[in-house]
């Protein structure tokens, strides 16, 4: 396990979620008007993977369930492909939320029924690292302790079960951006959904030295009528981080969350530049990674080439942003 963090955590690279379940993958190829079938699942995470130099930037992948499964044209397994290129396999073994019982608007993530056989098998599959996705609710009255609870206990569970399997689970407690809640409420549920978190990794004797966190950026909601600037978001995100997150904790990674890619790569560029921080930080995005890509590719084989150079581009930005060389410039020049 401290070998694939220490290569996850390589500088200037990223890890690119690829992991959406069946319906989210379903969602996104709706909008391009692409039927989702096993078989285009296939061809768009070979799309994804076999991006020529990709390994520049991205030290990591997750897969969904499906996808670890499936292979190459040429026979080659994904995860074998994603090895062969030096980017490490990883899975997401969440099995998805459900409304929390008795609390209205609230989440809980489903899963850790047969998690143990269940990682053995990833493990064999090839994945190195694993993934769990809580989700937590901005808005009236909530969220509530009971849910902030719920969420890091089966967090912490799954987290143990992971290095308990010899893989490094990336924790992932994800504060939605929906809502009109201000940047300051967005800081405040953070530092309280992250507080849970720690509190319950470690009472399940959980290793902070083999996580990485995965969380979002401290952010005013989608709707509320003052957006912080990036600067302030860069403040906001790290002194919340520095408040609740041990220093034992290797990495710290962030999502996208919604935001546009360019935001994203703005932001991030933001956050990395500050120095003297006692984890590494870098991306994990999902949206703002193949959003590009997904919108050239429409499904039809002749775009596939311009559709990696689109996932590259991306790719390159976030790796200059974790570097602190981001610019605007960079998007026009498209290097
Ligand atoms: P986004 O970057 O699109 O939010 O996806 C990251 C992710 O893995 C969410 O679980």
Known sequence: MESTVKALLTAGKGILAADESSPTIAKRFTDIDLASTEESRRAYRELLFTTRELNEFISGTILFDETIRQSLRDGVSMPEALAKQGI?????????????????????????DGLRERLAEYRELGARFTKWRAVITIGEHIPTRTCLEANAGSLAMFAALSQEAGLVPMVEPEVLMDG??????????????????????????VLFEQILLKTGMVLSGKECSEQAEVAEVARATIRCLRRVVPAAVPGIVFLSGGQSDEEASQRLNAICSVSDLPWMLSFSFGRALQAPALKVWK???????????????????????????????????GT
């Open 180 to 205: 009109n809640h201000t940047i300051a409420q967005c800081e405040e549920v953070t530092a309280a959904t992250l507080e849970a978190v720690f509190s319950a990794l470690l009472e399940h004797r």
């Open 299 to 333: 499904g039809a084989p002749d775009n596939v080439a311009a559709a990696q150079r689109a996932l590259h581009h991306r790719a390159k930005c976030n790796s200059f942003a974790v570097q602190g060389k981001y610019s605007s410039q960079m998007e026009t020049a």
């Open 88 to 112: 490490i396999p990883g899975i997401k073994v969440d099995k998805g939320t459900v409304a929390l019982v008795n609390f209205a608007g609230e989440k809980v993530t489903q899963g850790l």
